[in-house]
């Protein structure tokens, strides 16, 4: 198998197959949260897309270099991978908070507690932890990471879409809210495992 042929592998399983928040169900918080609207919930993904495509190279890049790299107190550095990467992912939401407040203050509003949220969203730090357990290189870690947000933000997006049609039903009084939403990122859930088949 050639080495392209393995990423676009790794790239669909990451965005579909093993979707980031319907299949290893990491990232909830602003999937639930932030998925009211499509405008919003796109902004959110994109931010998302962001932080981890960047965190997974620089994650990479520290991982390899400094915490696993034999020249630096033999490797042994390899237990604050956890620590370092949290400290990376933190640094990049700042930034990305910052840009957004400057550049798109409507999306800042709009995103309000869930953006520095990104810091806490265990699908980010599971990037780069995964990366790392996966043994994969710092361009593989990357496009698993893009992968990764992709399916994120097509998650994210199309709950959004299909929560603003709930808007228009005739929902029962007991599914109303919460309810109706978390039966439907289930349901979403149940079509998503319709990929395992693809790889």
């Given amino acids: 198998m050639s080495e392209i042929q393995e990423l676009v592998i790794i790239a669909i399983g990451s965005a579909l197959v093993n979707n980031v928040v319907l299949s290893q169900f990491l990232g909830i918080c602003p ?3 932030v998925s009211k609207k499509v405008e919003t919930a796109a902004g959110m993904g994109g931010a998302v897309v962001f932080v981890i ?5 620089v994650t990479g890049v520290i991982y390899k270099f400094i915490l696993a790299n034999p020249a630096i107190l033999g490797g042994k550095l390899v237990y604050l991978q956890t620590i370092v990467f949290i ?3 933190a640094c990049l939401v700042q930034f990305v908070e910052m840009f957004l407040r400057k550049a798109m203050p409507s999306l800042y509003q709009a995103l309000g507690v869930y953006l520095p949220l990104i810091t806490t969203n265990c699908a980010v730090l599971g990037v780069a932890l995964t990366n790392v357990q996966k043994e994969y290189g710092i361009f593989t870690g990357i496009v698993n990471g893009l992968a990764t947000a992709i399916g994120f933000l097509i998650a994210i ?3 959004a879409g299909i929560r603003e ?3 228009y039903c ?3 009084e007991s599914f109303k809210g919460t309810p109706i939403v978390l039966v439907t990122a289930c349901l979403m859930s149940i079509a998503f495992f319709g990929f395992s088949g693809v790889i």
């Fill in 170 to 172: 005739d929902v029962p």
């Fill in 87 to 89: 400290l990376v992912i």
């Fill in 157 to 159: 997006v199309i709950m």
């Fill in 31 to 33: 999937f639930l949260g």
């Fill in 53 to 57: 495509g960047i965190a997974s190279a």
């Fill in 165 to 167: 049609k709930i808007e």
